[in-house]
């Protein structure tokens, strides 16, 4: 069963129903919810994963670059500067994985859409 929201007051209510429990406002005219078809999800899909991406690169790539000058720049070489490098590089590479990650469900989501 889906809900639909009422026209009239704006409360979520059953798709079967007849009348709205709230208002009383007959349902006849309602629209029937929308049938997300398969090519706006998979578009919308695909802009998701575009985007994170996108993201993982950046972020890698700022990690990276922040890495490289936390672990040249001297700050006397103690415990935190070591804490804070492996921090840098793990979360670097973790976006890079988000990052590869989606650029294969991409690759997959389009030999799908052509298939
Ligand atoms: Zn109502």
């Given at each position: 069963m889906a809900f639909i929201f009422c026209k009239e007051c704006g409360n979520q209510i059953s798709d079967?129903?007849?009348?709205?429990?709230?208002?009383?406002?007959?349902?006849?005219?309602i629209q029937p919810p929308p049938t997300y078809d398969m090519m706006t999800s998979d578009e919308a899909k695909e802009e998701k994963l575009k985007k994170r991406r996108l993201i993982g690169l950046v972020v890698f790539i700022l990690g990276f670059i922040f890495s490289v000058i936390i672990g040249n720049?001297?700050?006397?070489?103690?415990e935190l500067q070591m804490v804070l490098h492996g921090i840098v590089e793990f979360v670097s590479t973790v976006f890079l994985i988000i990052s590869i990650v989606s650029e294969v469900k991409l690759d997959k989501l389009k030999r799908e859409k052509y298939k």
């Open positions: 079967k129903a007849e009348r709205c429990p709230y208002c009383g406002m007959v349902m006849y005219n720049v001297d700050m006397g070489g103690g």
